[in-house]
């Protein structure tokens, strides 16, 4: 059975847009989907890269290309005024989860961002990832254990969000990158 990690941050439109197909995709072909929080700010600071929306041109160009992904998936999406939002706090919460809670708990909190318009405030993230998880933030073996993603990540080649993996060794970057997911899984 081949395995997918899926990197992400829920302050990427992108990783949104990846999340709404990246669980079907896995299960069409027989994977096992790990869902593995890292922080992207992280990752550019490593890696010397920038956020998109930092470029005029690119961040015109930006918006328009996330309101094609999202009509083309079917899925809502409305670009949040905030953007981009500091999720350092909502990362954490989602570390601080068990494997099985992660994925309900990311949906919520890119759905509370991409869709309805929120800011990751405590309340939002209690509500996503429960009371527990918000109180785990300041943990430090939690705040390393992030730490500790985002590095594995960049060490292995990931320099933006999202970033995937087929059997730890393929990795692929972007929601247009999912095709090509696809197929690495059906032949893995």
């Not at 690119?58 to 670009?79: E, I, K, N, S």
């Not at 800011?119 to 730490?147: C, M, N």
Request: charged share 15%.
């Amino acid at each position: 059975m081949p395995t997918l990690e899926f990197f992400f941050d829920v302050a990427s439109p992108y990783s949104y847009l990846a999340s709404s197909r990246v669980e079907a995709i896995a299960g069409d072909c027989g994977a096992t989907l790990q869902w593995r929080p890292f922080l992207l700010g992280g990752v550019f600071k490593l890696t010397g890269n920038a956020p998109p929306a930092t470029l005029v041109p690119r961040a015109r160009y930006l918006f328009t290309d996330l309101q094609r992904w999202a009509a083309f998936y079917g899925v809502p999406f409305a670009m949040n005024p905030s953007f981009p939002p500091n999720s350092l706090q909502a990362m954490r919460a989602l570390t601080a989860l068990p494997p099985e809670q992660l994925p309900a708990a990311a949906h919520a909190l890119f759905h509370a961002y991409w869709v309805h318009g929120r800011q990751f405030d405590p309340e939002v993230i209690a509500a996503a990832a429960g009371e527990e998880a918000l109180a785990r933030t300041s943990d430090p073996a939690v705040k390393q254990a992030l730490i500790a993603a985002t590095q594995e990540a960049v060490d292995r080649g990931a320099f933006g969000a999202p970033t995937f993996f087929v059997d730890h060794d393929q990795m692929f970057f972007g929601n247009d990158r999912l095709p090509f997911v696809e197929q690495a899984l059906r032949t893995a």
